[in-house]
């Protein structure tokens, strides 16, 4: 059984800094982009940053770039977002994905698993 675990969620100041994670469990992702996708209350599920979890390679979300750097640990079988200068808006519950390289990294539509999310909360 396909999991994605968030972790590294939490209330943090405008300026500061957070470190979430999203462990994989159940199947081997080496022809998958693992993605980070983010969702405000009232507001529709976007994309946060992708990373292709066999090459490396890496995207990002305008409103993020600059700012987020993501990564993957192949051993640990577990992705990073480093979260840094964090503003109010950034607030959301952000969800890690997976879906097969060469779809659209920024589809949610073409993620095949989902984590439960974990919450972001920045304060002003």
């Known amino acids: 059984q396909v999991q994605l675990v968030e972790s590294g969620g939490g209330l943090v100041q405008a300026g500061g800094s957070l470190r979430l994670s999203c462990a994989a469990s159940?199947?081997?992702?080496?022809?998958?982009?693992m993605d980070w996708f983010r969702q405000a209350p009232g507001k529709e599920r976007e994309f946060v940053a992708a990373i292709s979890w066999s090459r490396g390679n890496t995207y990002y979300a305008d409103s993020v770039k600059g700012r987020f750097t993501i990564s993957r640990d192949n051993v640990k079988n577990t992705m990073y977002l480093q979260m840094n200068s964090l503003k109010p808006e950034d607030t959301s519950v952000y969800y890690c994905?997976?879906?097969?390289?060469?779809?659209?990294?920024?589809?949610?539509?073409?993620?095949?698993?989902w984590g439960k999310g974990t919450l972001v909360t920045v304060s002003s």
């Open positions: 159940g199947r081997t992702f080496s022809s998958y982009t």
């Open positions: 994905a997976a879906g097969p390289d060469g779809m659209d990294v920024t589809w949610a539509g073409g993620m095949h698993y």
